[in-house]
């Protein structure tokens, strides 16, 4: 009896042991992934909600960090923290400040950190194609360990859709042949999951339809562990076109989306929804499993057609069939141009709804429609269109618009506030700001804020920096109210005389000074001996000097555009020359960073599957993005450029070459002989289905030094 007594003893301590071990095993791994400097100096304790508001302390014990947490979501919030605060140490989408410290920095007195905002959201549709198309495993464990330390809990994740539909398809007697056609190519299943096309970049392969199955559970699984709750792809009626072949009477057609047909969608009262809604609902439970709160999916995205259509009761039937898989599910619909309709909202249980609004920094809708007809929301920002290179974001209106919305009217709908950039990329200031929002609850000061930022992102404090960065907020991260969108490219933009955007919705205009801004430029490159070995120094060096580089070339468009004006074949000479001579220029500074190449986003591609076919659809899919986008049947598509990179290769390859065309009709046309013009509609088709045979051009320091000199003289 004693021996039995004493080895349940061993066994329960065991259990206990065991238990605590595993207490938290996501934050655990993030830490040995990305600090193993402070693998065996974190301690982890579980920390009761105080009336259902997250919190943690953080306080140092025996030469030991002491995370307390309500969760494990909120763990890695404390622990990016104290990295950043008391470290000065930083993760981000432009590079990583994560070198071992000397010591531990010790924290003298308990600081306890209340969440005041529940819901942390990222993720915008675009994001999944325009960054993150050729993503594989590795890719996705810096994502995530991103996401978990910047507090983001709920993550948009709709990979791994294809095998859901391919099996939900065939059981309504869909051919192979007819959901190939449905499915499109692994660049643009964010317009398919959002009912603007099928098929456009397919048909992939089987292969590469349970590699994505595979990868979305292995995310899924690492997603839990960091306490992320996903918003997958709910049912909300789209259905591929061939099913009218069988049900014509059950789908309404939903017209065109630019110059592709959309999807049909199912009508809600036909007996067809509700089969198929609980047949592709089975699938996702078959394949990812049952544990699931948040489901998105829009109807009439972006101007889909209503037809005949009740759309109160379109938007009951989504709500019900989710409701009756997954009962007390959300879902969650983008407040994006116009959506969601409001007849959409007015039969829907609104506790079962989250709108995210997705252009705070720039419109109230959530103020204009009083919170959406009553409607829970995050306030979110898009702030980068088709990941296109370019400084932009209103640091002071966003920190103004999220201290007006959490105190205004509305402030009882507001559940949290999110990112929702179209590529990501890009301007990791804007998206640690937001993401520091539910720390306080107080509006941000932005150049306190700033202050703590540049620390935590170069390593140390950094005088000539902060000034440079108090100029920055002047000129490229300005709060000017008209101007939405980043400053594109004019390097980037299909050449013509009369160049005003370079996507058929943005804008090359400034709106910053750009000779202050230059000057900001110097400032933070006086701190270059200080932060040689900063790999988010580098990054942030060669953004903005790609930045003053592209305010250079917008001066040299507009000299040479006065020169045809002027019918002036000398001058035009000269100023064409020197515009090509700056785009050149911005190609050799690029081609010495990783990350402004073209190079790194096809070498994505190109291993990206397991097949020859999958990886020449996935090169042929990443060209075809940057560039024509689609469709190749038409040249007057609007989405041309749509994701236009300023990138090295890019630039020298592709975009040279189209000016170049430009400079010799016009060299002719200024001494009066008509010639017809370029076809750069065919050029980019063209340079989509070639190999891209680029040398970059490698400089030595003193070479980089001259350079970097010429571009601020």
Same mark, same amino acid.
């Given at each position: 009896?004693?021996?039995?007594?004493?080895?349940?003893?061993?066994?329960?301590?065991?259990?206990?042991?065991?238990?605590?071990?595993?207490?938290?095993?996501?934050?655990?791994?993030?830490?040995?992934?990305?600090?193993?400097?402070?693998?065996?100096?974190?301690?982890?304790?579980p920390l009761p909600a105080a009336d259902k508001t997250e919190l943690f302390t953080l306080s140092t014990r025996d030469s030991k960090l002491v995370i307390q947490a309500s969760g494990d979501n909120v763990a890695c919030m404390a622990l990016n923290y104290y990295l950043e605060n008391y470290c000065h140490r930083s993760m981000s989408h432009m590079g990583d400040n994560l070198k071992p410290v000397?010591?531990?920095?010790?924290?003298?007195?308990?600081?306890?950190?209340?969440?005041?905002?529940?819901?942390?959201?990222?993720?915008?549709?675009?994001?999944?194609? !325009?960054?993150?198309?050729?993503?594989?495993?590795?890719?996705?464990?810096?994502?995530?360990?991103?996401?978990?330390?910047?507090?983001?809990?709920?993550?948009?994740?709709?990979?791994? /859709?294809?095998?859901?539909?391919?099996?939900?398809?065939?059981?309504?007697?869909?051919?192979?042949?007819?959901?190939?056609?449905?499915?499109?190519?692994?660049?643009?299943?964010?317009?398919?999951?959002?009912?603007?096309?099928?098929?456009?970049?397919?048909?992939?392969?089987?292969?590469?339809?349970?590699?994505?199955?595979?990868?979305?559970?292995?995310?899924?699984?690492?997603?839990?562990?960091?306490?992320?709750?996903?918003?997958?792809?709910?049912?909300?009626?789209?259905?591929?076109?061939?099913?009218?072949?069988?049900?014509?009477?059950?789908?309404?057609?939903?017209?065109?989306?630019?110059?592709?047909?959309?999807?049909?969608?199912?009508?809600?009262?036909?007996?067809?929804?509700?089969?198929?809604?609980?047949?592709?609902?089975?699938? +996702?439970?078959?394949?990812?499993?049952?544990?699931?709160?948040?489901?998105?999916?829009?109807?009439?995205?972006?101007?889909?057609?209503?037809?005949?259509?009740?759309?109160?009761?379109?938007?009951?039937?989504?709500?019900?069939?989710?409701?009756?898989?997954?009962?007390?599910?959300?879902?969650?619909?983008?407040?994006?141009?116009?959506?969601?309709?409001?007849?959409?909202?007015?039969?829907?249980?609104?506790?079962?709804?989250?709108?995210?609004?997705?252009?705070?920094?720039?419109?109230?809708?959530?103020?204009?429609?009083? =919170?959406?007809?009553?409607?829970?929301?995050?306030?979110?920002?898009?702030?980068?269109?088709?990941?296109?290179?370019?400084?932009?974001?209103?640091?002071?209106?966003?920190?103004?618009?999220?201290?007006?919305?959490?105190?205004?009217?509305?402030?009882?709908?507001?559940?949290?506030?999110?990112?929702?950039?179209?590529?990501?990329?890009?301007?990791?200031?804007? !998206?640690?700001?937001?993401?520091?929002?539910?720390?306080?609850?107080?509006?941000?000061?932005?150049?306190?804020?700033?202050?703590? !930022? +540049?620390?935590?992102?170069?390593?140390?404090?950094?005088?000539? +920096?902060?000034? =440079?960065?108090?100029?920055?907020?002047?000129?490229?991260?300005?709060?000017?109210?008209?101007?939405?969108?980043?400053?594109?490219?004019?390097?980037?933009?299909?050449?013509?005389?009369?160049?005003?955007?370079t996507s058929s919705w943005g804008v090359r205009a400034r709106y910053y000074d750009m000779d202050f801004f230059k000057e900001g430029v110097r400032l933070f490159l006086k701190a270059k001996t200080s932060f040689e070995d900063s790999e988010t120094y580098a990054y942030d060096m060669f953004d903005l000097l790609r930045q003053v580089q592209s305010d250079k070339g917008n001066r040299a468009y507009?000299? /040479?555009?006065?020169?045809?004006?002027?019918?002036?074949?000398?001058?035009?000479?000269?100023?064409?020359?020197?515009?090509?001579?700056?785009?050149?220029r911005q190609d050799t500074l690029l081609a010495q960073s990783k990350g402004f190449t073209l190079e790194r986003w096809l070498g994505q591609a190109s291993r990206f599957g397991k097949t020859v076919y999958d990886r020449d659809l996935a090169l042929k899919n990443a060209k075809m993005q940057l560039t024509f986008w689609g469709p190749d049947w038409n040249p007057t598509t609007t989405v041309h450029?749509?994701?236009?990179?300023?990138?090295?290769?890019?630039?020298?390859?592709?975009?040279?070459?189209?000016?170049?065309?430009?400079?010799?009709?016009?060299?002719?046309?200024?001494?009066?002989?008509?010639?017809?013009?370029?076809?750069?509609?065919?050029?980019?088709?063209?340079?989509?289905?070639?190999?891209?045979?680029?040398?970059?051009?490698?400089?030595?320091?003193?070479?980089?030094?001259?350079?970097?000199?010429?571009?601020?003289?």
């Open positions: 009896m004693k021996k039995n007594t004493l080895f349940l003893l061993f066994f329960l301590c065991s259990t206990i042991v065991t238990m605590a071990d595993n207490s938290m095993a996501g934050v655990r791994g993030l830490i040995m992934r990305r600090v193993p400097w402070l693998q065996e100096k974190v301690v982890l304790e000397q010591s531990l920095p010790e924290i003298k007195e308990p600081l306890t950190k209340h969440i005041e905002l529940p819901l942390r959201y990222a993720l915008n549709y675009c994001t999944f194609n !325009y960054t993150m198309s050729f993503y594989q495993w590795q890719d996705w464990e810096h994502e995530l360990d991103w996401m978990a330390l910047h507090g983001v809990n709920l993550m948009l994740m709709p990979l791994g /859709m294809e095998k859901v539909w391919q099996n939900t398809l065939r059981k309504f007697g869909c051919t192979d042949a007819q959901i190939r056609n449905f499915i499109p190519g692994p660049g643009y299943t964010a317009w398919w999951l959002m009912g603007n096309l099928e098929g456009w970049g397919g048909p992939v392969s089987q292969d590469f339809i349970d590699a994505q199955s595979r990868l979305g559970r292995r995310i899924l699984d690492r997603m839990a562990t960091l306490g992320i709750q996903p918003v997958l792809q709910g049912f909300y009626g789209m259905v591929s076109r061939s099913i009218r072949d069988r049900y014509p009477n059950a789908v309404m057609p939903q017209g065109m989306w630019g110059f592709f047909e959309r999807p049909d969608i199912l009508k809600p009262t036909e007996k067809l929804f509700d089969e198929m809604a609980d047949t592709y609902y089975r699938e +996702i439970k078959k394949h990812y499993g049952t544990g699931f709160h948040y489901f998105g999916g829009d109807l009439f995205h972006e101007g889909g057609q209503t037809g005949t259509l009740n759309v109160a009761d379109c938007g009951l039937a989504v709500q019900k069939a989710m409701q009756r898989n997954f009962p007390s599910s959300t879902w969650v619909l983008q407040g994006w141009s116009g959506n969601p309709n409001p007849l959409l909202l007015t039969k829907l249980d609104r506790k079962k709804v989250l709108v995210v609004d997705l252009f705070g920094e720039n419109d109230e809708a959530w103020n204009r429609t009083k =919170a959406y007809q009553g409607t829970p929301f995050l306030w979110c920002i898009v702030s980068n269109f088709g990941e296109q290179c370019g400084m932009y974001g209103k640091l002071q209106r966003i920190a103004l618009q999220i201290d007006k919305v959490r105190k205004g009217d509305y402030k009882a709908y507001l559940k949290g506030v999110g990112i929702m950039p179209e590529g990501i990329n890009n301007n990791p200031v804007v !998206y640690d700001m937001v993401l520091h929002a539910p720390l306080t609850d107080r509006k941000i000061n932005v150049e306190a804020w700033l202050k703590s !930022y +540049i620390t935590y992102r170069y390593g140390s404090y950094n005088a000539d +920096i902060y000034a =440079a960065w108090l100029i920055f907020l002047q000129t490229i991260y300005a709060s000017v109210p008209e101007k939405y969108g980043l400053p594109e490219s004019v390097f980037c933009a299909r050449p013509g005389v009369k160049v005003t955007q507009d000299d /040479m555009i006065a020169a045809i004006d002027a019918k002036n074949p000398d001058r035009f000479e000269q100023t064409s020359d020197r515009f090509l001579h700056e785009l050149l450029d749509y994701a236009a990179k300023e990138w090295a290769g890019m630039l020298r390859t592709l975009y040279y070459e189209e000016w170049k065309m430009f400079v010799e009709a016009w060299k002719k046309r200024v001494r009066g002989t008509e010639t017809i013009e370029p076809d750069y509609y065919g050029y980019q088709i063209s340079w989509c289905k070639k190999p891209v045979v680029y040398d970059p051009p490698r400089l030595d320091r003193a070479q980089m030094e001259a350079l970097i000199a010429e571009i601020l003289r």
